[in-house]
């Protein structure tokens, strides 16, 4: 896994999984639910027996906070002073453009039209250590299908996806069919524990 620092110390990754389901799992989930879609929103509840989904890829990344990400951070500790709530980020979308990552971006640079989706159950949470914070949204089978999927971003929502990003990943090479599932997980790690 690549680990690169931004300047002011917020070190940023992403773990991105893709599944598929088998011919046994889509005729599971079309058997018990009348189509796609089996409202799972975390990779932990798929509800397929091992082997009928299978992984079809696994990548982990550097990610970077946009400045409007490093003001959210300020923000919420300023709301925890008796200061103006932030503007709640509610999911992550995913765009096409394969462009690096730059703070000044401000979202999504091509939006897959209908791709936001929410964030998973219990996050945005505390990651697995006391300064890291995890983000995670995971799209079902039907949901954010493109061939082509470059880019991802914590946003607000679909309306205002290349204008209230807070982080932005990049370079995913992904082809979600329509019997996929996606996850991806963003990190922040603020600077270094001391020991």
């Given at each position: 896994m690549v680990r690169v620092l931004d300047p002011v110390g917020i070190e940023g990754r992403a773990h991105v999984i893709q599944h598929t389901l088998t011919?046994?799992?889509?005729k599971r989930i079309?058997?018990?639910?009348?189509?796609?879609?089996?409202?799972?929103?975390?990779?932990?509840?798929?509800?397929?027996?091992?082997?009928?989904?299978?992984?079809?890829k696994v990548l982990h990344y550097h990610n970077i906070a946009l400045n409007q990400g490093l003001e959210h951070i300020v923000d919420a500790l300023v709301e925890t002073?008796?200061?103006?709530?932030?503007?709640?980020?509610?999911?992550?979308?995913?765009?096409?453009?394969?462009?690096a990552e730059a703070g000044t971006q401000t979202g999504i640079l091509t939006l897959v039209t209908g791709s936001f989706k929410a964030f998973a159950a219990t996050y945005p949470?505390?990651?697995?250590a006391i300064n890291e914070f995890d983000w995670r949204t995971f799209w079902d089978t039907g949901e954010g299908t493109d061939s082509a999927i470059e880019e991802a971003a914590i946003v607000t929502d679909e309306s205002t996806a290349t204008t209230s990003g807070v982080s932005r990943i990049n370079n995913l090479s992904v082809n979600k069919g329509t019997n996929d599932t996606l996850q991806i997980t963003i990190t922040w790690r603020l600077g270094t524990l001391a020991v």
């Open positions: 011919p046994c799992g889509q079309l058997d018990a639910f009348g189509g796609p879609g089996y409202g799972s929103d975390d990779i932990d509840r798929i509800l397929v027996p091992r082997g009928e989904a299978v992984v079809k002073y008796g200061g103006a709530a932030p503007t709640d980020r509610g999911g992550m979308v995913l765009g096409t453009l394969n462009t949470k505390e990651g697995g």
